[in-house]
């Protein structure tokens, strides 16, 4: 599986910016597809996923202000940003989980960073 992201940029304070994912190779095997943050000196941390059957999940930053939709047909995922905080700065990854078997929680995948900045 590779993940291509885009749509990260510049943008101020209170301003709206979408990022975009596309999927391609084994697709097939993609169960959960999503977008995590990281910033300077902290870990990679979750901001939104789409897992078929268990639905959606945002971190608490990004409840109310994100929302993460999926393109099935187009193996797609985009995370709509808005309400923009300077606390939302960094570079934000693709990613994506196969399908769990027995005892095993599926292979992960990450796409290249898309750096997003929001000035105050």
């Known amino acids: 599986v590779q993940l291509q992201a885009s749509g990260g940029g510049l943008v101020q304070d209170g301003g709206s910016l979408t990022l975009s994912c596309v999927a391609s190779?084994?697709?097939?095997?993609?169960?959960?597809l999503g977008w995590y943050r990281q910033t300077p000196g902290r870990q990679r941390e979750l901001v939104a996923t789409?897992?078929?059957?268990?639905?959606?999940n945002y971190s608490d930053s990004a409840k109310g202000r994100f929302r993460i939709s999926r393109d099935y047909a187009k193996n797609a995922v985009h995370l709509q940003m808005g309400s923009l905080k300077p606390e939302d700065t960094g570079t934000y990854y693709c990613?994506?989980?196969?399908?769990?078997?027995?005892?095993?929680?599926?292979?992960?995948?990450w796409g290249r960073g898309t750096l997003v900045t929001v000035s105050s």
């Open positions: 990613h994506a989980r196969t399908y769990p078997s027995e005892g095993f929680s599926g292979v992960e995948y």
């Open positions: 190779g084994s697709t097939f095997a993609i169960n959960s």
């Open positions: 789409h897992t078929p059957g268990s639905g959606i």
